[in-house]
C-alpha cells in the first residue's frame, strides 16, 4: 500500500516521493500532517466537518496521520491512524486496517479488514494534504457523502498492463456493519449504519494521465439526533456514480471530476500549472440536487508552494454561494440574505 499512495502522490502533486522510515527489512512506519490559519466572512459555518465561520480559526482543518505497514513476501498488513479535522484529539479513527495477499499469477491483492473507499480520484490519499494541489479536495465533489471515507469489509484490485505506459486497474469492493456519524453543528448530527455496501472502482493510467470510474451501492440506516434526542431511524439507500480525469502536459495539471447519485450531483474543474515550486491554481465547482436544480457553486483561486520535497504551503481564497434555499456548501441552511462566503486560508502540509 505504501508503495501505491506514493505513487498516487507523485502522480497528483508532481514532487519527489519520500521514503517512509524503515524499522526492519518488512516493517516501516510513515505519517502526514496539515494545519491551517482559516477565516470567514460569513457568520454561518461553511464545510461540513470543518465548520469554518466568521473567527479566525487554527484548527479546522488540523490533520495528523501515522501509517505502519508489514511486508512479507506476497502477505502485507496496514494500518493508518488518523486525527482527522473533525475529530478530537483524544478520539483519532482507524482509517483503515486491513491484511492483504497478492496473488502474483493473476495479479491481484486480495484484502480484508477496514479499508479506504474507493470512489474518487483522491480517495486512496484522501487526508494526505501534502498530495493535493489545492488546500482541500473540491467540496462539491468530496463532501457528497458526507465525509465517509472507509468501510468494514473486502475488496480485490486486479492490475492488467495494456501497454508498457498504460495500466488497467479494477477493484471490486463489499462492505457490512459499519457506523459513521456527521455532527453538523452543536444541535444537529447523522448516524449512518451501514446494513451492506457494495461496487466497483475502475482506473486507467498513463504517463501523463489518469482516469476513474466508480459505482457504489449502499444499504444503511439513518438516525436524525437533535438536541441530545435520537428521533426513530429511517430506511436508506443510495446508489453513486462517479467519472474523473487528471492530465498532465507540460507543466499544466487539468483536472475534472463529477458524481451523481439518488438526492444530488455536483462537479469541478481545476487548472493548476506548475513553475519549480510554484504552482497557481484555480477551481471552479457546481452542485445539484435530486431535480438537477443548482443549490450551490464555488470559485478557488490559490498558490501552492513546496518549501521542501515533503512540506508545502498553500495560501488560498474561495468564494461560495448558495441557490434555491438550499444550504450549498454551508453546514446549515444560511439567512436568505446572506447566501455567499468568502473562504480565506493559509494552511501548511508536510509528510514522512
Not at 507523485?10 to 491551517?36: D, K, M, R, V
Not at 470567514?40 to 465548520?51: F, H
Not at 444537529?188 to 446494513?195: R, V
Request: proline fraction near 3%; hydrophobic fraction near 35%; glycine fraction near 6%.
Amino acid at each position: 500500500m505504501k508503495k501505491y499512495i506514493i505513487a498516487l502522490i507523485t502522480s497528483a502533486a508532481t514532487f519527489p516521493s519520500q521514503s517512509a522510515i524503515e524499522l526492519s527489512e518488512n516493517f516501516s512506519i510513515s505519517g502526514f500532517g496539515s494545519t491551517s490559519w482559516t477565516k470567514s466572512d460569513n457568520s454561518t459555518p461553511l464545510l461540513v466537518n470543518r465548520n469554518i465561520a466568521d473567527e479566525n480559526c487554527l484548527d479546522c482543518d488540523t490533520t495528523l496521520g501515522v501509517q505502519f505497514d508489514y511486508y512479507l513476501d506476497v502477505f502485507k498488513a496496514s494500518l493508518q491512524v488518523v486525527k482527522r479535522p473533525q475529530d478530537h484529539w483524544s478520539e483519532p479513527q482507524i482509517e483503515w486496517a486491513y491484511a492483504g495477499y497478492a496473488f502474483d499469477v493473476i495479479n491481484t491483492e486480495v484484502r480484508a479488514g477496514r479499508l479506504r473507499l474507493p470512489v474518487f480520484l483522491a480517495s486512496e490519499y484522501y487526508y494526505v494534504g501534502h498530495a493535493y494541489t489545492t488546500a482541500r479536495p473540491p467540496e462539491e465533489v468530496y463532501n457528497s457523502i458526507l465525509g465517509v471515507t472507509a468501510y468494514n469489509g473486502i475488496s480485490a484490485i486486479w492490475n492488467y498492463d495494456i501497454a508498457d505506459e498504460i495500466q488497467l486497474s479494477v477493484t471490486p469492493f463489499a462492505g457490512f456493519n459499519d457506523t459513521n456519524e456527521v455532527e453538523f453543528d452543536s444541535y444537529l448530527s447523522l448516524e449512518f449504519e451501514t446494513k451492506s455496501m457494495w461496487g466497483a472502482n475502475i482506473q486507467l493510467s498513463g504517463e501523463y494521465y489518469r482516469w476513474n470510474l466508480s459505482y457504489l451501492d449502499s444499504k444503511f440506516d439513518m438516525t436524525t439526533i437533535f438536541q441530545g434526542f435520537r428521533l426513530p431511524s429511517v430506511e436508506e439507500s443510495t446508489r453513486l456514480y462517479s467519472l474523473g480525469a487528471e492530465y498532465d502536459i507540460a507543466g499544466f495539471k487539468l483536472t475534472a471530476e463529477g458524481q451523481t447519485n439518488d438526492l444530488s450531483s455536483a462537479w469541478y474543474g481545476s487548472l493548476a500549472y506548475r513553475i519549480d515550486e510554484i504552482t497557481p491554481y484555480a477551481v471552479y465547482g457546481q452542485q445539484f440536487n435530486g431535480d438537477r436544480d443548482k443549490t450551490g457553486a464555488s470559485y478557488t483561486l490559490g498558490v501552492r508552494y513546496d518549501l521542501f520535497y515533503n512540506v508545502s504551503l498553500n495560501g488560498e481564497w474561495q468564494n461560495f454561494d448558495a441557490y434555491g434555499g438550499e444550504r450549498g456548501a454551508f453546514v446549515s441552511i444560511p439567512n436568505p440574505s446572506n447566501t455567499d462566503a468568502n473562504l480565506y486560508t493559509v494552511l501548511i502540509n508536510f509528510v514522512f
